[in-house]
C-alpha cells in the first residue's frame, strides 16, 4: 500500500521534522504533508529544502514551511520549535530525523569531532525534545519520534559516535517515555536498517555491500524511506495511542 493510499486521521496535526530536506526526512516531510498536516521542516541544505518544498502538492489552507536551520544550535532550535506551536495552530508531533552517519577511524577521531557527533545524532533530539514537551504537556497530549539505528544492536567498524550516539537515542527514548507519560506524550524510536537514500547509494550501499546485506536479512528487499515514513505515521496516529517507550526495529528482520 502507497502512503498516498493511508488515512491516520493526521489533517489539521501540526508538526515539526529535523533533517527534513533529503532522505528519509524527505520523505518524512511528503508523508504527512499527504496526510494534510500543517508540517514545518528544517535543515542545513537550503538547496535541497527549497526544492522539496517547491515540489510539494499542498493542500488550501495547509501550513508547510522550510526553514534553514543548523540543530546543534540549541538555543535557535528550542526558539524555533516554541514558534513553530504558534504559527502550526499547535505543535502535536515531532520528530528528531536529523542525523550523520560519517565514518571515522576510532583510532583517529578527536575530540571536536566526537563532540560534534553527540551534538547532531543525540544532544539535538534531547533538546528538540525538551522544547517540545514544554508546549505539548500544556494540552495533554502529544507524540515525539526519535530514530536510533541498528547498527547500535549489532555494531559496525568505523562508526563508533555513530553508534553510542543512536544507543543513547534508545535509552534517551526509554527515559522520556517515563518522565513525559503522565502528561500524556508518547515517546518512541524508529529503529531502522540499511535504508536506500540516496546518499547511501552514492557512496557506501555498494552492489556487493547490498549482496551482503540481503545475506543476513530474513526478508530480502531493500528497505526505503517511504518504508520508514509508514511506519512514522502510525506510531504518530491515534492508532498507537498506548504504544510509548518502545524502539520500533524495522530492518527486515537483521537484529
Known sequence: MTISQLDYRLGGRGVFITGGASGIGAALVRAFVEQGANVTFVDTNRDAGEALLQGLDINRGQQVAFHLLDVTDTKQLQQMITEQDQKLGQLDILINNVGNDSRHDAD?????????????????????????????????????????????????????????????????????????????????????????????????????QEQQLMEKVAIQKRITPEDIAKLALFLTSEDSELITGQCMVIDGGRV
Not at 502529544?142 to 544492536?153: D, K, L, R, T
Not at 522520556?176 to 557506501?204: F, H, M
Open 108 to 208: 583517529g577521531v578527536d575530540e571536536h569531532e566526537w563532540k560534534q557527533c553527540m551534538a547532531i545524532n543525540l544532544d539535538s533530539a534531547f533538546f528538540a525534545s525538551q522544547a517540545a514537551y514544554l508546549v505539548m504537556k500544556q494540552r495533554k497530549q502529544g507524540v515525539i519520534i526519535n530514530f536510533s539505528s541498528n547498527m547500535a544492536y549489532i555494531g559496525e567498524r568505523n562508526m563508533a559516535g555513530y553508534i553510542t550516539a543512536k544507543a543513547g537515542i534508545a535509552g534517551m527514548t526509554k527515559a522520556l517515555a517515563k518522565d513525559y507519560g503522565e502528561s500524556r506524550v508518547r515517546v518512541n524510536a524508529i529503529v531502522p536498517g540499511w535504508v536506500a537514500t540516496q546518499r547511501q547509494l552514492e557512496q557506501w550501499l555498494s552492489p556487493e
